[in-house]
């Protein structure tokens, strides 16, 4: 919204405000935002730096050696060769359209991956929160704001509870503004606009509601080239390496493509021809498709992932992903269900047991073995004061009890509802004063209530946090002084349920006078109300995936802010403890930085840590050479997300600012998903691997096959320096092979053994020792079968048609059992079988039954330069393709044993 009004909002109330937008405090119904969105248009900046299909196409043709073919194409007509001047041309354009195709494809995935990583925005929409994508805000829809949500618009804020934000991105100043529902009075700056929040600013501490007044362009964000940051479109290691190899090949390729041709002129061919000759086998031998492919594999890699609940944000995190030697992973939500479950409460000096499990509102509650009456005094006022401290909310939704918000506070109202409190929040009329919000270095949050009696702060939080925060303690109706002994049997209360693998919380409160700060002085001497015993039970699959990760050579580490007796049970449970150590926060700063960084390897848990011990966890792995990947939700989070190597945000529960710092997001937050696009990113660089070996292997022999019948012809008994394959020739078998069948081998099949093997060194490229031996020997005796048949048939008296045209039969016969043979280069192509990857067996037959055409269709023989085979030609033809299984097998077999 581009309004007159622009720089005022500032200076009117908050119900001005909405009145001025023809808004209200419940929002916009969704037929007024879609009104308003195609008459202001997406909350987007303007402008699409994405590339034209046309100018993709018309880029295909800016190569220099397709302008040298295309140039000589028309000398070649214009001296009377229409037939190979057409046949070339049309070789030219399908080779320009597959480039086109391979190059629209990445795009297209890049573009469906932004749309996919898009942030949302949290707003209410006919009175109901819901989430929506940030570019489809208007002017006048409300937005909600929590800690770690990005402020996806311009907006007036027109409630809030001690919400500041960080505008250091707008204003570049660092400390945090506080925020208010107030109208100012006069012109002020833009850092000085206290009761506005702009977009890509972030929230940073208790949260609020605000009217969005400007989108898009219109906003003051709008000055800064890229708004909303989605995915990154850099260029991955992989990428920048083949671009850097391909160089060199293009450089080799055009030096010896020069030299074969000028020797093929001095040995008597017209200059014309050799001209279109050398460029056509440069043309074949330069793999120009390398980065265009490379990126198609990937992209659609990623693609898999998002069905697998891991969203890759940045390409080159693939890549990562195969390398990974550590995961750090958070237990809660993670590893566990995330469905907190309150199993035992202490309260009056008793415990209380709670039946039922998950989030559904039924169960009963027993003292001593005895059923007790859930209207009991003590037991009320306990699940009272802990409601209040809670902001998330219990519903049903599909025949199913669900949370809204944070799940340990929905194991309060769980437990609360079956006491016969459901909703006590939405129903309590007192007004709410103050809030000290929850954050990973207090672990606790504070709420001020004015009621009948006063003022009333509740706390509720880490239960050592709270303890050491009261000097009182509820006993027998009344508040007694919490004394040295007291004190004590509480503490190892705490240790006692914490051993039994529960999550331990307090729960506190305090009278405050009327004139009140909501301080550290304000909040210590409170009375201790009560302790609960939760447990978040593991998730199902997350043991049998810490196990995959086992057999792949990956550690896997458990970093909590949970108690340290919880956090070891836990990961006992899960198979995480293997003998290695169990740290807490507290500890680690106890200890020296070097003697820190030579144990991090031996932990197995991490406790009641913040997110700075996470940051020094991955610098003292990193230090020790492993490749980490590390989960966060927290806004602190996110430097330790940016220093991992591979950042892990939770698609759920993560705030805006993690998501933005990670690499990955977790769609479900769920562990096993992690491993799975561990899986996928092995197997992804595998495929990767298989069409690059595949098409460079192909590309070598085509080189050899011809620099060996110019180079040896004499002596092999070629007479008068006959060529094994005509330009046309070269082109086609190009076409063929760098089509159909190299795409289909970058979607074969995952290996079986790809979560079996060890971690890929991070510095180790495609190109080992074991995948260049194999593509010189491949591409050595492609060049031996070849001109074995192409030498054959001119000594039994064939023309030097039949013999050409056996040859290129042939050489692309050897290209497609090549491509079978490529699908591993450890395992037998007769364990692995023909028939896995459907698109490959669809591939070759249909570049087969072209071939047959080219062969057998009269016009397209004179074109191609070929003749109807007989069946002893085929015969011929296929036993000497056929040897390259042979010789694959071979090398396979011995390779195999070396290697072990």
Known sequence: MNSDKKDVWYNLTADETLVRLDSRKEGLSHEEATARLEKYGYNELEGDDSVSAWRLLLEQFKNVLIIILLIAVALSAFLGETTDAIVIFIIIVFAAGLGFFQEYRAGRAIQALKRMAAPLASVLRGGVETDVPARELAPGDVILLTMGDMVPADARIIEEVNLRTNEAPLTGESNAVEKNCGCMACDVNLGDRTNMVFCGTVAVYGRGKAVVVETGSGTEFGKIARMLKEVKEERTPLQVNLDSIGKYIAIGALILCAVLAGMGIWRGHPPLEMLIWGVSLAVAAVPEALPAVVTISLALGVRRMVKRHALVRRLSAVETLGCTTVICSDKTGTLTEDQMTMKKVFLDGRFIDITGTGYEPVGEFYSDGRALDPADAVLQKYLKAANLCANAKLYREDDRWKIKGDPTEGAFLVAAAKAGLMDYQAGNDNPLVGEIPFTSETKRMVVAYREPDGVVAYSNGAAEVILNACDYIYRDGREVRLDGDERARVQNTIHQMAGEALRVLGTAYKLLPDEFSLDESAIRGMVLLGLGGMIDPPRAEAKGSIGVCDQAGIRTIMITGDHKLTAVTIAGELGIMKGGMALTGDEINQMPADEFNRTAEKVDVYARVSPEHKLRVVEALARKGHVVAMTGDGVND?????????????????????????????????????????????????????????????????????????????????????????????????????????????????????????????????????????????????????????????????????????????????????????????????????????????????ELALLLLVVYVPFLQGAFNTFALTIEDWIVAVSGALTIVVVAEIYKLISVRFNR
């Open 638 to 846: 996110a430097p330790a997300l940016k220093k991992a190597d591979i950042g892990i945000a939770m698609g759920i529960k993560g705030t805006d600012v993690t998501r933005e710092a990670a690499d990955m997001i977790l769609t479900d937050d769920n562990f096993a998903s992690i491993v799975a696009a561990v899986e996928e990113g092995r197997a992804i660089y595998d495929n990767i691997k298989k069409y690059l070996v595949f098409l460079l292997s192909c590309n070598l022999g085509e080189i050899l096959l011809m620099a060996t019948a110019i180079l040896l012809g004499p002596l092999l008994g070629i007479p008068g320096g006959a060529l094994p394959l005509i330009a046309v020739q070269i082109l086609y078998v190009n076409l063929a092979t760098d089509g159909l069948p190299a795409l289909a081998l970058a979607v074969d099949p995952y290996s079986k053994d790809v979560m079996f093997r060890k971690p890929r060194p991070r510095n180790q490229t495609v190109f080992t020792r074991n995948t260049v031996s194999y593509m010189v020997i491949m591409g050595v005796w492609t060049c031996i079968a070849a001109i074995s048949v192409f030498v054959w048939a001119l000594n039994r008296g064939e023309s030097l048609l039949e013999a050409q045209s056996l040859c290129f039969v042939t050489l692309i016969i050897i290209q497609f059992l090549n491509a079978f043979n490529c699908r591993s280069l450890e395992r037998s192509l007769f364990n692995l079988g023909v028939n896995q990857n459907r698109w490959l067996l669809a591939a070759v037959g249909w």
